[in-house]
Structure formats: C-alpha cells, structure tokens
C-alpha cells in the first residue's frame, strides 16, 4: 500500500461548493490552483492502512479541522480570483 494524504480528499470534497458560492471561475486550471493553495496551508494526513484512514477520517471531522480546511480554501479562492493563470475570457 501506498501513503495517502487524505487532506487531499477533504480538500476536494468542500472545493467546488465553496468556489461556485464564491463566484469565481471554476475551470480546471483555477480549481486546481486552489486546492494547491489550500493544501500548502494545511498540514498533511498521511494514511496507509484502510483502518488508519478510518481513523484519521474521523478526527479530520472535528469541528475546528473543518473550519481550517474551509479558511485554507477560502484564502486561496481570494488569491486565484484575483490573479487567475488565463484571461477572463477564458473563464
């Protein structure tokens, strides 16, 4: 088995509601911009067994890990909406 960061997943599964409430545009190069962000300013979690990730899912629920995460997001949507990598033509 291979290490998994499931900060990725948790980082997926807020993104695309967060960046459409945030009106910004959603193409694939700014949705991974943020997320790249996002991941920068969150500590990794690393799994390996499907039992850890249980686990470490679980305590990845908690209240403040979910506020983090939505703030990690939210600052980098700020940074992508303002300095997206394209022309807003093509947004």
Same mark, same amino acid.
């Given at each position: 088995m291979r290490p998994k960061n499931?900060? !990725?997943d948790l980082v997926e599964n807020k993104l695309g509601e967060l960046m459409?409430?945030?009106d910004m545009c959603c193409c694939e *190069?700014? *949705?991974a911009d943020t997320k790249a962000l996002a991941l920068n300013k969150l500590p990794p979690r690393y799994v390996v067994s499907v $039992? $850890? !990730?249980?686990?470490s899912r679980f305590q990845e629920l908690s209240t403040q890990n979910q506020v983090n995460i939505t703030a990690a997001i939210m600052a980098a949507i700020r940074v992508v909406r303002q300095h997206p990598h394209?022309?807003?033509k093509y947004a």
């Open positions: 499931i900060m !990725e459409r409430s945030a *190069r700014c *949705r $039992g $850890g !990730e249980v686990y394209h022309d807003a």
